[in-house]
């Protein structure tokens, strides 16, 4: 919406002021240091420069659903690979079409580059933010169809390459790839890498926006390590003690360490490349001054007319077409992560240009012809979202029988849990045999989980039979001392058919978990206090609890309460509403996903 906001200001600039307008943006800025001037106008800098964060934050994107997401499993990669491709064939093959042995012939690049901040931006707001795996689907779709883009700039109109300055930026990415087994100067070392990418970049006469993308595809994504959350507690702890400079520095780089460098980055970066970077460059280059010439032009020009058919048209057809191909089973095609209506309204989503469009505009065009090919762009850009937001509703008015077969025939959803739910073991509250599975790894004395309990209880209450709810032990000992033996009660009370009983008095009241409190909780619930005691005094259930500990370690779990739903982990927070919309989403998919590697 404010990337949204930021065009149409752009637009009424350069109609109310269009000599202010084209002044500010046409300023030229250098950075000279000795007889060496770096130097570009104002919009140059927002295009190649501040726009290759916003392109490192895609990149990271990509990396984290590599690593973590979907496409971790590596099959998975090929539909939207391919259909990016197809995408980009069948616009630039309509584009030359439309211009064939006109003027315009040489700007079919301008035809084939989806605008990511748009294309996401788009389907954030036909979806309501909530269709994970159609993003994912983008997502990678438009970090493909970048790439090629950036290749298509770099080989078909970049005049004056400077082989030496890509050659320089080859080497810094390669060291860049080396620090991953660096010490504790990686940071420093990689930002200044980092950069001198971009400086060789720039001076290559290739968009320097390149380096961004690259640098988050390389950049790792993986949970924190127990071990490290350990280690980040003693140095806290140490510091506790005794507060000295040294020990803080420590602490603050162990805790920064145990999350990834993907991590840290999208958390530091997306804010800033969403709401201030992305907009600044809408700002920057969707100002065209239009009059009545310009639009009657535009109106029967084969530029306009060839990138508004190629976008609107061939992308959407191309990128199905070509997801259908990928899907046949005599091609070993694997099948769709998404539903093919769902796969529609993304095709619509990625018909719009605008980022890099408008950056091929300027390199094969100029003059009327330019502003022709901008006022396509951004007929696209208009255009495209009515067409996906029209996709998606049609989508919602399918019927139930429909929509069900279609979500019955996707990919199954990949697990995360890996020990799968045993009734014979497990404590599980609620109707055994449940469509929708809701593990929580927990510490009955961490205030978080105590938070959670009553949202548990409400979504058990609400959604009755749909739902079956289980609880493994996952006892901080590192921050919590009495958690362990918390969890030790918990499974002596269960020895004598109280587990929930006694969970539920120990959620209530997380602070109240030491030794007394436990013989206290056992004798208000009427158990064997003599037999409850002496389980507690020889830790006859450690067993059980360090059973639990291992299958967490194994899904990577670290912190607490960590969900899981249908063997998927539960992202973000877990509020009652958040919580509902996830089960209730697990439950249309058919609760295909309750198989953990263990149980296959």
Not at 60 to 75: F, N, S, T, V, Y
Not at 576 to 594: E, H, I, M
């Amino acid at each position: 919406m404010v990337l949204a906001a930021a065009a149409v200001a752009a637009l009424l600039w350069a109609n109310v002021a269009p000599g202010s307008y084209a002044s500010l943006w046409e300023t030229r800025l250098a950075i000279v240091l000795g007889g060496h001037e770096l130097a570009t106008d104002l919009r140059g800098w927002v295009n190649e420069g501040l726009m290759t964060l916003f392109f490192l934050v895609v990149g990271l994107e990509a990396k984290r659903e590599l690593d973590l997401g979907e496409l971790r499993e590596r099959r998975r990669l090929a539909i939207p690979v391919l259909a990016a491709l197809g995408g980009m064939a069948a616009a630039a093959g309509l584009y030359l079409a439309i211009n064939a042995g006109g003027g315009g012939a040489g700007g079919w690049g301008v035809a084939v580059s989806t605008d990511t901040a748009l294309a996401l931006g788009a389907l954030a707001l036909v979806t309501r933010g909530r269709a994970i795996r159609l993003r994912v689907f983008l997502l990678t779709l438009v970090v493909i169809d970048d790439l090629v883009a950036l290749l298509v700039i770099a080989l078909g109109y970049s005049e004056d390459v400077s082989v030496l300055a890509l050659a320089v930026a080859a080497g810094l990415f390669g060291a860049l790839v080396a620090l991953r087994w660096a010490g504790s100067w990686r940071a420093p070392a990689a930002v200044l890498v980092g950069v001198g990418i971009w400086l060789a970049m720039f001076e290559s006469g290739v968009d320097a926006v390149i380096a961004g993308l690259a640098v988050g595809l390389i950049t790792s994504a993986y949970p924190p390590g127990r071990d490290d959350l350990e280690r980040s507690t003693e140095l806290a702890r140490s510091f506790r003690e005794q507060p000295s400079p040294e020990l803080a520095y420590s602490a603050r780089a162990s805790l920064t360490s145990a999350l990834s460098p993907n991590e840290r980055l999208q958390y530091r970066l997306h804010p800033w490349t969403s709401r201030v970077i992305v907009p600044l460059f809408a700002l920057a280059n969707a100002g065209i001054h239009l009059d009545r010439d310009l639009l009657s032009a535009a109106a029967s020009s084969p530029v306009t007319l060839g990138i508004i058919a190629a976008y609107v048209v061939g992308k959407p057809l191309g990128i199905t077409g070509a997801a259908w191909l990928a899907t046949r089973p005599a091609l070993g095609g694997a099948r769709l992560t998404i539903t093919w209506p769902a796969l529609t309204g993304a095709a619509a989503s990625a018909g719009m240009g605008f980022t890099v469009s408008l950056l091929v505009a300027t390199l094969a065009f100029h003059g009327r012809m330019l502003e022709e090919a901008k006022a396509g762009v951004l007929a696209t850009a208009l255009i495209s979202p009515v067409l996906a937001w029209l996709a998606f509703q049609v989508m919602t008015r399918l019927p139930a029988e429909m929509r069900a077969r279609q979500l019955g025939a996707t990919a199954e959803t990949l697990v995360d849990l890996a020990e799968d739910v045993d009734p014979e073991r497990d404590h599980v509250r609620g109707h055994v045999d449940a469509p929708v599975t809701l593990i929580e790894y927990g510490d009955f004395e961490c205030p978080y989980c105590g938070h959670a309990a009553p949202i548990i209880a409400n979504l058990l209450d609400h959604l009755g039979d749909d739902l079956r709810y289980v609880f493994r032990h996952l006892p901080l000992t590192d921050v919590h001392p009495n958690a362990q033996v918390a969890a030790e009660a918990a499974e002596a009370a269960a020895a004598q058919g109280a587990f929930w009983e006694m969970h539920d008095r120990l959620l209530a009241d997380t602070s109240a978990v030491t030794p007394p409190d436990l013989l206290r909780h056992a004798s208000d619930l009427g158990l064997d206090v003599d037999r409850f005691s002496e389980d507690l005094r020889r830790r006859r259930h450690a067993p059980r609890v360090a059973e639990d500990v291992q299958s967490a370690d194994a899904s990577g779990v670290s912190g607490t309460p960590t969900f899981f739903i249908n063997g998927r982990r539960h992202q973000g927070v877990y509020d009652v509403d958040t919580l509902t919309r996830a089960v209730k989403a697990a439950a249309r998919g058919g609760g295909r996903a309750t198989v953990g590697p263990a149980a296959r």
